[in-house]
Structure formats: C-alpha cells, structure tokens
C-alpha cells in the first residue's frame, strides 16, 4: 500500500494526544508545560549560540514536543502486547533496567525511535516497566496479585484488531492510524474505579505501594508525562512560585557548563479519589505525578564508567553524613565528587568520553591530517548527542519520591534481562550501540562530503 501513514506522523499524534489527555486530568501538568516553556525561551533568547547550536544540528524543533512517559505493566503478555502497540508507531525497546536497585520490585525498558531522523522528528519515549512478583516475600499475595491481572484486558478490541492490521499491511492509512491513537489513549487513562476491593489494596499497598499501583487497576495509567528544559535549576527554583512543589533533590548529576546523561525532578504525586469494590465510601491512591528533565550529551562506556564511579562515591559520602544530612549536603557531595569529571565538551570528545554527531559545513583545502585538523578549520563541527535514554538510580529516585520518600539509598540488584526480554517476546537494542553507529556514520558521511576519505583508515 502507498497511501500508509509514517510510524513517525503516528506516533507524533499520538504523543499530542497523550499530552492532552494528561492535561486534562492532571491540570498541574499544564502549569508545569507552561513554566518549561518560559524558562526555555528565556535560555535560549540569552544564549544565541546555543540556539543557533541547536537549529544547525536540527535539535531545536524537537524541543517543545519532546515528551517522555512511564508506565507500569503487570505480566509478560502485557509487555508483548504494549512492544506491538509502540512498533506500530516507530518506537523500539532500547536498555534494560534493573530498579531493584532502589527496592522497587520491576524492571524496564525505554520504548523509543532509533533512528537520527525519527529522533529529531518526534523523540517520545515511554519508560515501561514490569512488576516482579516473584521478589514479594508474601507468595500467598502475590498468587492472588498475579490472579487479579490474569483477569484484565489492558488494550481494546479495536486498538488489538489495529495493531494487528498495521503488521500485515506495513502501517496503517491516515483513518486506521486516527481510530488506532483514540484507542490505544484508552491504555494509559486514569480509571478511578478499582478492581479489588479495600482489603486487598491495603495488603498490596503494605507489600509495596508500586505493587498496588499496578494491580489494583484497570490498566497501566500513564503516571506521569515529562517535559525537556534547557535549565532544570531554574525550573526547580520557579516550581514554589508557579504553586508546585518539588521534590527536594534534582536526580542525576550535578549542574555543569558540559551538561551530561539525565538530571530529573518532579513534583509531588496526587492523591486521588478512587471507589474500591463493594465499597460504599471512596478511598484515595497516590501515583501520578509531573516530572521535569534536562538532558545532556550521551556518554561513551567509559564516560558511563566514570559517572558511575562519581555517582557512587557521592552516594557512598552521603550515607556516612547519616540521617543528619539534607538535600543541601547531598548536592555539595555531588559537586565534589564530580569535580573529576571533565566539563567540556571539547574535552570530553577528545577524551573518548562522550558521544557526538559530525556534519560538514564548509569546504576543506587539500588533505587534511586528522580530523582534528578538519575541526580546527571550522570545516567539520562535532555537535553532542543528546542522551535519550534513562539512568536506573534516577529513575528509581523519581519513583521512591512519589511513594513517599526522598531517601538516597542503595539496594542489592537483582537484574534478569533474560527473563525480561522473554516476557517481551524480544531483545532490548543496546543503548550505547546505538549511539556509536550515529557517530560513525556521520563522520563518514561529513568526511565523504568534504573529500577526505583517507582519514576513515586512519
């Protein structure tokens, strides 16, 4: 067929939709949208350079749709159906993550486009993850967990029959792709009407709140929707002004002239009204909750190295302060721990430390010697690749917030990328993979154009 729509055109509608959706349901998200926007146009009307940076690497239109989401799955068949879905709209399973490592009982996936021209178009991501039943210490609850998702049906007819319309003809047409989003919306919508009665939630809530988040309900409920700024500390600082609180610490590393990897905040999650069965009184869940990121340069293994040595080292410091120390002292760990790591981009390219993207932009005289040479010239530009995937720790420190604590812990892993790519029905890319082939490939398509062909051998 010649009339299909493009994976990417789906999945920028369907992004829209689902940042509409939670709009409505989540009036302060809007207040949260508002406020990036400001303080983004602010970055960008005093930092020209930046901006111009930007508009050349075809970064700055993504901007202002950018969008990631979270949810979380309840079984395996869950997880294949959900992979189908986003195929449909040109997003892949890339990384795993292992959040046991801050006591959360699942691990995940970040559904997402691969390719340079897809990412640029539409970024959305949704961060998905599976909850790990067999980690309960109470097996007579999680038999009966594990029964009650048995029962539920988290997509539609009409969005399954899509979805497997979509895999026999290559795509959809433009009216298929419009029925498919106004029905896979119906996936992620809050249902305030619990599927277990009281008692249940209660004994699923005291084995883990994210275990009754994921169980009680009639889908995985989009939990929160998180907009990209250019200057999260900013972002953080108007929160209290705009009526929003956030949480007490930035995740991730510290703020940097170089930024890298992913810093987050959020604001407080809200507690809804919720009916359980057979009850005549409604209850009340907390989940969903705004998130806030600023993204940074995508760094190499051993860049990745380095940061988690940093990060371990300030985690390792503030565990020694005790429970005497705040936010404040947790920052002031994170600075100093990072004073190691270098804060240039010209450095970090130079290092092998961080990612970049090459583009050719002007005309090369005779045969340069090194691609060093071609960039001192001002013939070939290195831009950062922007890093568009998650860090576990972070993540897991969003979600231990919004169950109600601020705490900086550690937990023994307890990783099974195995048993997860099983219950997705396939592998997850390697983030980092990725990453490399971007690089490679645009330098040698920037050297062909500037005809200095010989460097690729050297």
């Known amino acids: 067929m010649t009339d299909l729509m493009h994976p990417d055109e789906i999945r920028g509608l369907f992004s829209k939709a689902m940042s509409d959706m939670y709009r409505d349901e989540v009036p302060q998200y809007g207040d949260l949208i508002d406020l990036v926007r400001d303080v983004n146009n602010a970055v960008l009307a005093g930092d020209p350079e930046l901006q111009a940076q930007m508009q050349a690497a075809d970064e700055l239109d993504r901007l202002d749709v950018e969008r990631h989401g979270a949810i979380r799955l309840g079984t395996a068949e869950e997880l294949s159906l959900i992979r189908r879905m986003f195929a449909v709209m040109g997003m892949y399973p890339v990384g795993y993550y292992d959040l046991s490592v801050a006591g959360l009982p699942v691990h995940s996936t970040a559904f997402r486009p691969i390719e340079t021209a897809a ?128 949480k007490a610490v930035i995740e991730g590393p510290p703020r940097r002239d170089a930024g890298i990897l992913l810093r987050q905040t959020s604001f407080k999650a809200l507690e809804e009204p919720v009916k359980f069965k057979g009850a005549d009184a409604a209850g009340t869940h907390t989940a969903r909750f705004g998130e806030i990121e600023q993204r940074g340069v995508a760094l190499t293994a051993e860049g990745r190295a380095l940061y988690d040595r940093c990060l371990a080292e300030t985690r390792a410091a503030a565990a020694v302060g005790g429970q005497g120390q705040g936010a404040g002292d947790y920052v002031d760990a994170l600075n100093a721990k990072f004073a190691a790591f270098p804060d240039d981009l010209d450095t970090l390219r130079r290092e092998k430390l961080a990612f970049f993207r090459y583009r050719a932009v002007g005309q090369a005289t005779g045969q340069a010697g090194d691609v060093e040479a071609l960039i001192a010239s001002g013939a070939l530009v290195a831009d950062p690749q922007v890093y568009e995937d998650f860090l576990p720790v972070s993540a897991a420190g969003i979600f231990q917030s919004n169950l109600g604590s601020d705490a900086q812990s550690t937990y023994d892993a307890a990783a099974n990328q195995d048993a997860f790519e099983a219950a997705l029905g396939a592998t997850v890319t390697d983030p980092t993979g990725l990453y490399e082939k971007i690089q490679n490939d645009s330098l040698l398509e920037a050297l062909t154009q500037l005809g200095q062909g010989h460097l690729l051998a050297a």
């Open 119 to 246: 990412l640029s178009r539409n970024p959305f991501r949704v961060f998905t993850s599976l909850v790990r039943l067999e980690l309960l210490e109470d097996r007579d609850l999680a038999d009966a967990a594990a029964d009650i998702l048995a029962q539920r049906q988290i997509v539609t007819s009409k969005a399954l029959f899509l979805i497997e319309t979509a895999e026999l003809q290559g795509g959809l047409t433009k009216p298929q792709a419009e029925e498919f989003v106004a029905q896979a919306l119906e996936t992620f919508r809050w249902h305030s009407d619990a599927t277990v009665d009281a008692e249940t939630y209660e004994r699923l809530h005291d084995a883990h709140r994210l275990i009754a988040d994921v169980v009680s309900f009639k889908g995985p409920h989009i939990n929160h929707l998180t907009p990209r700024t250019l200057d999260i500390d900013e972002v953080q600082r108007l929160m209290p002004e705009r009526g929003i609180a956030p």
